[in-house]
């Protein structure tokens, strides 16, 4: 089974610019979470999907930060104006079903470097 | 609110010894997920193990185990006869309620293994 997939890996951006982020999930997962990860910190939500409707995006600086999930597969995050503090790596993560006791898959992760 | 905190910022441990990274949780809900993963330098969030807050018995998976001692609210990850790979980011997190809520994570605890 294909794990989640991310792009790009890697992206340097000078500040004031846009950028965007891809995130493909499991197969068949219907929940889908965007992360960030500061550095020398754990991952913080950013905001959850289930299929193609917003679950929870309480902590996505809304002034610069989108996202959306068309078809309830594949999503998209992006960051516009981007500012230094924005520099860390997004992760995405998928899950297949109900119940604390499910497993969040993980991506590789977009490492952002904000100059 | 939930809250995760790893005090551990940094372990040692010599090869084939074992070693406890600490974590303690904080939940009004009586209904709630742990669960542990691991970040080697690559970058990818690797899921450990999982207990829940009604399991009777402490979690085990291979080399892991979970110390779940519900009354001091803390879910420390024991890793029996430690290996040169088990060298990475640990990192604790909670999930409550029911459904597919997002993971809270703690700040994490680095692991490394001497040989």
């Known amino acids: 089974e294909a794990g989640v997939a991310q792009s790009p890996r890697y992206k340097i951006i000078e500040k004031r610019q846009s950028v965007a982020f891809w995130c493909n999930p499991i197969s068949g997962h219907a929940t889908l979470y965007w992360y960030q990860q500061i550095l020398g910190q754990g991952p913080k939500l950013l905001i959850q999907?289930?299929?193609?409707?917003?679950?929870?995006d309480s902590q996505l600086p809304k002034d610069r930060f989108s996202a959306e999930r068309l078809k309830g597969v594949d999503s998209t995050l992006k960051i516009q104006p981007a500012k230094l503090e924005d520099s860390a790596v997004y992760l995405c993560?998928?899950?297949?079903?109900?119940?604390?006791?499910?497993?969040?898959?993980f991506g590789p992760g977009t490492r952002l470097t904000v100059l | 609110a939930q809250k995760i905190t790893q005090t551990q910022p940094g372990m040692f441990v010599q090869e084939k010894e074992a070693v406890t990274l600490d974590c303690t949780y904080d939940?009004?809900?009586?209904?709630?997920?742990l669960f542990w993963y691991k970040q080697p330098s690559s970058g990818e969030m690797i899921f450990l193990i999982y207990?829940?807050?009604?399991?009777?018995q402490n979690a085990t998976e291979g080399r892991y185990s979970l110390n779940f001692q519900k009354a001091r609210k803390s879910a420390n990850l024991v890793i029996s006869a430690s290996q040169l790979g088990d060298s990475a980011m640990y990192f604790c997190a909670m999930r409550d309620g029911w459904g597919n809520t997002p993971l809270v994570f703690g700040k994490g605890t680095r692991l490394s293994v001497i040989a």
């Open positions: 993560a998928s899950s297949l079903s109900q119940g604390l006791e499910n497993e969040q898959f």
């Open positions: 939940t009004s809900d009586p209904s709630y997920g």
């Open positions: 207990q829940g807050s009604y399991d009777q």
């Open positions: 999907f289930q299929n193609n409707g917003v679950v929870d």
